[in-house]
């Protein structure tokens, strides 16, 4: 039998995910990951955690470790592929050497975008998107440091957390409102007050226009003419996919624009994870939607596909979690409504927690808590994802969210197929 | 490789019950926080318990960033706190509910089923948690006798059910059927004597008792369908019962004679159409009220009877081992529901579901009984109303609320019947 050589670049959530799916189909198929990193696989969703030494290294990378010793896939350290020759089945690294492959998959994920660059050395600029920056900024980070952060994304405003949390005084910026793309303003005040209690900053509705070296110190100055001096700068104002640029290769959002079964409109090539720009479970548009579940489920489907089987992905639903400090936060689907949309909105808020819920027309297409942690969230997105009718429930959804949805839940199994 | 699990049968879940809440907070002597929860709904009459699934394709175990989470050999997943951050994707991404976040700590808990001796099972009365072991399906199954190629319609459940029914049974037997859906002449590895459609269990019983003369263990199956069972062979077949043949009759109930074109059968429930109980300006299907040979059996007081399905699989494979004993001693017989997607005129992927329903809906209750003594084996304490049952098959397509309601009526009296008779 002949075997299929899959090549995978990246070594992300989405690439690992792809590489299982593969070898649960494939016994035999030669796997390798290619990163242009520099260690095994991880993901980076966990990287602020190594600052508040709450996982530490062996943990980190323990998954990755375990995935590559039990499925038996090659991993190809730093290297970086810059070209694809479709025609011939093959990719080109940088430095010339050419790979062949069967089947192909890009997850290689995103790259921050590096802010105030031409006004700043490269080296006083930190990101925080792969395990080489955490070290970076690790090995130069002091005690007790005033460190701003621009951006205000789920990376910024975890990494001020933790930074935070280990003694750092932080100053975020952000360009409109903190986490604005995610949750709902009031959720966010909670947030906001959680951090003022930790003694961090949080300057909204500003921006970074200058930095420049003072002695030891930075000195930024704000649209608004204010002034901050730090000893550091983190820049977290959002990524772009690391492409790989083919003229065949369409593009959409930025992303790889993928089909439903996850392949790019070159033969025998797939796309994942951040770089992967796939159908929108609301409408079907294609754009990248940077989260971890979706990275994992589109790995898997683009996996599974790969090793000939036939699986179509349903479309991303973005979804978020966010655990930070003592508040929970989670969002799901569509929860900020613009005017003239014709959805319904129900919201409720009590003392510290809240719960939103977006109907377009019978059935529930977004969600967002703070707080409610013990709602499983899961169930919400399993409702909304199957488009369960909720109709004539919404109320009582609204008033016993865990039962219902439960309820829902159990009789939609129950209908579709025990 | 199969898996203990635990079973959760919601159905029987009374509201006012907080028993394995308070054992699983108890599950390692201090208290604990529970990874199992109540959930009462009583707007929608709604009870149940929620906790871990147990996927076998853990979506859970798939975002972990960290690896905290995995699944054992033995099917359970797992939760490594030491690794564990507490970012809560589990939470969102679990479509059962199935994992919590700690209400003291910044971790996730679940359950793990306390390494194989649930106490929340333990402590529940009504039988709505059980821990049920698959030793019996991973011990008891044997080589698979079933040969490559399957001669039946897309979707028929037959292939589970033969394949389980001599993965149970061994090798160490004869077959015995006739003209049907199910002939296994080419089909098995073990040795098929086809026979006339009346003459199943007169055919066993000859070979039966030679197998007896000569010191044989082998046991004599027959294996053959309603239409054979219940009319043409059934003369025989109460003859073979009465007489206490040592023979092991299975007999695969899909309502009608569906190899010969979907013809009505005894079996065949009210209602329910037929290529000979049209529906038109005359008929509405099926008149009257199907014969219900496994009661009929058991009334003949022979060694052992029961009803199964392919739902219940363990179910089946104990019922089948049991028969596998009595039958040293005189016949057994096994009613199994084998739902036809031709006949019956559903989804090709249905066949378990459609089981299943029947089963949850008592229009096809489980039960066993040794010499005579009914017992049930399985009870649902608030069952699917039938029409959930009957909307699911095209063969009652046509039915009035009227006759849907007469269908229900039947189902209660009958199973009220059995529940009367059965002792605990």
Redesign the interface.
Known sequence: MEITKHLIIGAG?AAL?AA?AIRETDISAEITLVTKENSIPY?P??LP?LISK??DEN??F??GK?LLDNLNIKLLFGKEVVAVWPEKNEVEYADGVREAYDKLLIAAGASPQITLKDQLPEEQIFTFRTFQDFERLNKILGTQQEIAIFGAGLVAVEAAEKLCLAGHKVTVIARSSLLRKYFDPQNVAALTQAFNKCGAKIITKNTLVAAKKMDNKLELTLENGDTLLVDRLIAATGVAANLIKHDSLALAEGGLKVGKYMETELPNIYAAGDVAAAPCFFGGQNAPCPI??EA??QG?IAGANMAGETVEYEGWVP???L?CFDE?L?S?GVTSTAEGQPYQVVEKRDGGSSLKLVFDEDCLIGAEGLNM??T????F??LIKEQIPVKKYKD?LMD?P??????L??QHRKNQ?? | MLNNSLTVRSANCPPSCNLCVEACSRRIGSVLEPVIEKIDLPEMNYHTMLTCNQCSQPECVGVCPTGALSRTDAGTVVLNADRCVGCSICNLVCPYGGIYPQKAEHKSSKCDQCGGTPECAKACPNNVLTYEKASVMDEKLGEDLLSPGLPYCAGCGMELLDRQTLQILGKDIVLFGAPSCNVLSSKAKVPYYGTLMTQVPSSATGVSRYFKHINKETICVGLIGDGATADLGFGALSAAAERGERILYICYDNEAYMNTGIQRSSTTPMGSWTNTTQVGSVGRGREGKPKNVPLLMAFHGIEYVATATLAYPEDYMRKLLKAKEAVKNGMAYIHVLAPCPTGWKFETEKVVEMTRIAVESNYFPLWEAEKGTIKLTHETNNPTPIKDFVKRMKRFAHLSDQQIEELQQYVNGTYANIKRIATD
């Open positions: 959530p995910a299982q993901s969703a966990m955690y709450e996982l943990d980190f323990a998954k375990d971890l579940p994992v489920l898997k979804c978020n979690y655990r929970h989670f799901i942690k013990y499983h969230p899961g169930v997105l399993y009582l016993k865990k039962e219902t949805a439960c309820w839940m159990s197929a025990i």
